[in-house]
């Protein structure tokens, strides 16, 4: 190869690398493509060419790019580069794979990797998720989906022994927002943008799912009430929604995977005010890493229900998915205690240890766990978000009893059961807790396990 030849083929590697970083897909294709025809015998062209297909969710191509690039590695690169070289394009495959559903292949391309850190991490994920892949009764996993619904409540919990305040229902899993407020995100494209080379931002996920965790302080009392009824079950169904429409797995699954981890890096923030405008989705902020382990415990038990029932496979923590006989339903029964607005959706159940922390505040809870730029940053504040409060939204009620009942993994729930952890109920629009607690070790009942 001439010198003038090589310089092209440098530039056009490097142009079309810089370009798929920026998410200009499109213009990187192109680019990767001008460096492979110019160096036949060259596989990183090929290399970052399947990572721009699979950035665009074209997995089968990004899957034949990936095989060609083995090939002129094993048969040109040095020993050195070549086993370097073939461990990430087989990483890289592995996860194609496993987003497929593609679990035999997965399985075959791990015994190609020499890491053995490397390679103990990807079974261990691998049988994670295949423990949770879809039954094969299973033959329609959107009416199986909405069938789910019958044992999780989709509302947070309305202290009310009346019917038909448990909103749970069978319907499809629209759109959770109106198409004028979709289409005035700049953030959050149509899934037709990927062909278009354009990777969306998951600033919109990240903004539904701190509406729901941590939603604008709201009055207890109001003539024009606002109230924030959703819990996790509503970002599993938006999730499950887009990737129906056809948003590429890995793009839904790093949605999950970080709210699976108990942190997640976003540019969108809680809500400043009761009602959430356009303006407020569209304005950017910097990139900044928020603690989301209050939510890890129900979030993770209700991503390994739903997991085996979603159109793709999700990439996760190995510790973030547990088999559905390690999965049971507990209660819990409250004294006696008097409280305004029981029939309004803004109750959680709400996990606190007084070891190393402090008692719950009586109206504090929320600020306790926000860790966004207005989040208390001392080192007490940070140790209480990392491992002193674990919340629930997912909860039923009966008002006779003073009884709620939820699902949650059984390890993490025997690990509360066996320290100093007390459970209250508390209000999401007011921040006040609303009951005394509850001794863990004494009060949360197991019942039954989702196997049963």
Known sequence: ???????????????????????????????????????????????????????????????EYILKSLELTDRLDPEEDRIRKNETLNERLIKRYMHEMRFGKARITIDKIADGALKRSVIQTLDALSQCSP???VKDAVSTRMAVLDRIPRFCAWLSDVA??????????????????????????SAANFDGGKVPDRKL??????????PSKRPKHSD????????????????????DTGYPPHWLSGVLS??????????????????????????????????????????????????????????????????????????????AFCEAGLRVPHFVLAFWIEEDAPPLPQNRLLEAMRDDDKADKSALSKEIRRKSVHVFGAVRYVTATRTASFWSRTDIMNKLQGGDWKVYICRIDTREKVTSGVKVRDGVIPQRLRTD
Not at 224 to 243: Q, Y
Request: glycine share 4%; hydrophobic share 40%; net charge negative.
């Open 135 to 137: 039954p094969k009764d």
């Open 1 to 63: 190869m001439t010198r003038v030849k090589l310089s092209k083929v440098v530039d056009a590697r490097k142009r079309g690398y810089e370009l798929c970083k920026k998410g200009k897909l499109d213009a990187a294709e192109a680019g990767c493509k001008i460096a492979a025809e110019l160096a036949l015998d060259d596989p990183s062209p090929l290399s970052n060419l399947s990572s721009v297909k699979f950035e665009l969710g074209q997995y089968n191509n990004a899957i």
């Open 258 to 335: 970080g709210l699976a981890s108990g942190e997640i890096a976003t540019t969108a923030r809680t809500p400043k005010q009761i009602v959430t405008t356009p303006a407020d989705v569209d304005a950017t902020c910097p990139l900044l890493k928020m603690a989301a382990a209050p939510w890890r415990t129900e979030f993770t038990t209700l991503l390994s229900i739903w997991s085996r029932l979603m159109p793709f496979g999700l990439i996760a923590p190995p510790t973030a998915l547990v088999p559905l006989a390690e999965i049971g339903e507990y209660t819990v029964s409250f004294p």
């Open 164 to 189: 038909e305040y448990h909103a749970i229902g069978h319907d499809q899993t629209d759109s959770l927002v109106d198409e004028e407020f979709l289409s005035t995100s700049r953030e959050m494209e």
């Open 205 to 214: 996920l990240y903004a539904f799912l701190l509406k729901i965790c941590l």
């Open 224 to 243: 024009g009430p606002v109230h924030s009824p959703l819990n996790f079950t509503a970002l599993l169904r938006l999730i499950a929604h887009l990737a």
